[in-house]
Every structure is written in C-alpha cells, then in structure tokens.
C-alpha cells in the first residue's frame, strides 16, 4: 500500500504585529537636564532659552516639570508645590527679589520659549492655577513674586495667557476667607497699573469675567462698597474705587429699573409704586435726577408702540403721561428736575423718529398733569441748553408757549 502524503496547511502566513510600548515616563530625568542647562548657563537667561530651543528634551510630555523648574527651582511634588527629590537651581522666579526689574527677565524668558513652542501655554495655565490654587503654601513674599510674575506677564501679553486661569483658582473660599487673595490681587492691581490704564485692567477684568464681581476677591467681612473703598484707596488705586462704585451704582439702577418695569406692566397701584420708588430711592442713595430719568424710560418702554399709525402712538404716549403723572410729579419736586425731565423727552423725541412729532404735545400734556410747570417749559424754551433736535422743538412748541405767555399777561 502506497503511503499517503501528510496533509499541510495552506494559506498565506500571517505576520504579528509589534505593540507600541510606551517609553516610561521620567520627568525627574527631564527636570535635571533643563536644571543642569540652568546651572551651565549661571542662570543667564538668555543663554539658557537657546539651550533650551537646540536641546533634545520631550518638552510635549512634560511641559508641567519645565514650568515647576522655571517657577520653583525644581520639581515639585504631585498636587503640591512642596519641593520632590533631585537637583535644584537657584534662578527660579520664586528666588527672584520680588521687584518687576528681578522678575521681568523671565517673563520675557517664558515668552521666547512660547514662541517656539506654543503648545506649552496649557502647561503653563495647569501651573500657574495649581500655584494659585495653593497660595497658603507660599511665604507673604512668594505670594508677592506670584502677583508680580502674573501682572507682567499680562502687561507684556504673554502668549495668549487667558485672565480666567488667574482669576478662578484664586476663588477658593479658604484662600479669600483668610485674606491671601485680597492680598494677591492688590498686588497684582498695583503692578499692572505701572505700565497699563485702568482701561486696560478692566478689559482683562471683563475677559475673566470679573469686572462685576470685584468684591468676591474681598473676605466676608470686609465685603462692602465701604471695605471696599478703605481697602483700594489706601493701596493708592483710587481709579479702581471709583470704577467700582460706578459700577455698584449701574447695578442699583437697573434693579430699580427692574422692579419698576414689573409693577408698570401689572399695573399696580401707583401709591404703591411710588412707595417702591421711594424705598429704593433711600436704599440705594439715588440722586434724584436719576430717578427722574428711570421713571420716564420704563414708562415709555411699557407703550405698545405702533410702526406705521402716528395718530395711535400719541394717544398711546399721552394716555400713559395721563395714567402715571402722580408717579412723575412725586418725583419731579423742583424746577431743575422738571426741566431735567423735558430734557429727557427732547433726549428721546430726537433719537426716537416715532416720537419726533409728539414733543409738544407730551409737553403741553405734562403742564396739564400738574407735572411741568409754566416757568420750567419758559425756561427750556428761552434758555434751553440741550441742543439735540432743539431748533425744531422750540418752533414746534412756540404756539402752545405764546398760548402760556398770553395767558400771563392777562392775569
């Protein structure tokens, strides 16, 4: 019997396929060579950031140590800024003096590093919101090193740094409670304002969203306009108080504006507005010319306007002067707040074309409401200083003023 062959596999083999295997991670193996490249150098900074350019170090895996190294000397323990083992150097930002002459060179430093490799702006914001988040673990003139570095670093527009990694971490209840924060952002005020204008402060304010919340950074019980003031003037930022009470000032307008705009639309009794009024007038400590101007715009705001019908807009505009002119002769108690409200008809009348035409007749409907009285509207249209549109108005209202003049003679 002949022998059968064995039977073979056929088919095409297939080759195995090698894993990638990460290399381990070995950021202290890292942080001495950017270290030694300090030392090398004797901490001149310029050297070092050509060293750093033309050196072979993996700057994308641990862009966080290079930043502890810049910052601190070293590296720094996992979730701490406590020193971890190996070499330091002593040309780090925190050894600086903290003046803006020691702590300038590296801000400028980092900016060169950046714009060679600008991915390392993420690592820097994870850094400097660690450090910050842990302002209690720095010494008073670390804290002010800090402060110093951060408002250069934004007065030089230090690649593309966003003010919210600065102004978020800094909002943790025990770093404000203790009064660290107040003092860091004092400094950091302070420091900015050398080179900068308020302007540019409150524009990097509003891009951490902070410009209407600049009492967070003050501890509960200094958190008042008042503590607020003490605090800023004695650090010599008056400009910054003012603005603040500006914008305390903005806030206590439209809530009333608010409060009053809800009680016109539900027709509410206007003794019972008025009282509203009045209470937050004390409250608030609003002038009196303000008022006047709020309650003219919110009642104007309340008219269903029509687009095309005149006619059904001047009954609308002088059906809500009849309603609400209790409301505005409450609070026109003077010859210079009545005229402050004719100005503000004139104001809206020549902005508003809908309205170009109404003047004299929400005028005369005013003086008929015991609102305006006869020596206001013949002080506004002889001495009148406003001149928006006034040309116009004058000779539109002459008829009813010669009308008031005849009617002063005869008596």
């Known amino acids: 019997m002949s022998s059968k062959e064995k039977p073979t596999l056929g088919g095409t083999r297939i080759k195995t396929r090698k894993r990638n295997i990460a290399a381990p991670l070995d950021p202290a193996a ?125 007065s030089q527009k230090l690649s593309g740094l966003p003010p919210e990694t600065v102004f978020q971490p800094l909002l943790k209840d025990n770093l404000v409670g203790k009064g660290l924060v107040l003092s860091f952002i004092t400094d950091f005020f302070k420091e900015y304002l050398v080179d900068n204008s308020l302007e540019d402060l409150i524009s990097i304010l509003k891009r951490g969203k902070k410009d209407d919340n600049l009492m967070d950074f003050l501890p509960s019980a200094k958190r008042s306009a008042e503590g607020f003031s003490e605090h800023f003037t004695n650090a010599g930022l008056v400009p910054l108080v003012e603005y603040n009470e500006k914008k305390i000032f903005e806030v206590k307008l439209k809530d009333m504006k608010s409060a009053l705009t809800t009680q016109i639309a539900e027709e509410s009794d206007i003794s019972e507005v008025i009282e509203t009024v009045k209470q937050r007038v004390k409250d608030a400590k609003l002038p009196d010319i303000e008022v006047v101007r709020i309650l003219w715009d919110v009642l104007m705001d309340a008219v269903q306007w029509s687009g095309k019908n005149q006619q059904q807009n001047a009954n609308s505009a002088l059906r809500q002067v009849k309603t609400w002119a209790k409301l505005l002769s409450s609070f026109c108690t003077s010859g210079k707040l009545e005229l402050e409200l004719i100005y503000k008809v004139q104001m809206q009348c020549y902005e508003d074309a809908k309205l ?44 009813f003023v010669n009308w008031l003049e005849e009617a002063e003679e005869e008596e």
């Open 356 to 399: 170009m035409k109404l003047f004299p007749e929400i005028v005369r409907s005013l003086y008929d409401q015991d609102v305006l009285a006869e020596d206001t509207i013949l002080h506004w249209f002889r001495k009148g200083t406003n001149p928006r549109g006034r040309q116009n108005f004058v000779k539109a209202v002459e008829p």
């Open 30 to 154: 890292f942080a001495d060579a950017v270290i030694q490249i300090y030392l090398d150098n004797v901490g001149d900074l310029e050297l070092v950031a050509k060293n750093i350019e033309s050196a072979d170090l993996n700057f994308s895996r641990y862009g966080d140590t290079f930043f502890e190294v810049v910052f601190t000397g070293g590296r720094t323990q996992p979730g701490t800024i406590k020193p971890d083992e190996g070499e330091r150097h002593p040309y780090s930002i925190i050894e600086c003096e903290a003046k803006r002459e020691a702590i300038l060179p590296s801000v400028i430093y980092i900016q060169k590093i950046l714009r060679r490799k600008p991915f390392l702006i993420k690592n820097l914001e994870n850094v400097m919101r660690r450090f910050l988040q842990s302002l209690e673990l720095f010494e008073e003139n670390e804290r002010k090193k800090l402060a110093i570095f951060t408002a250069l670093a934004f």
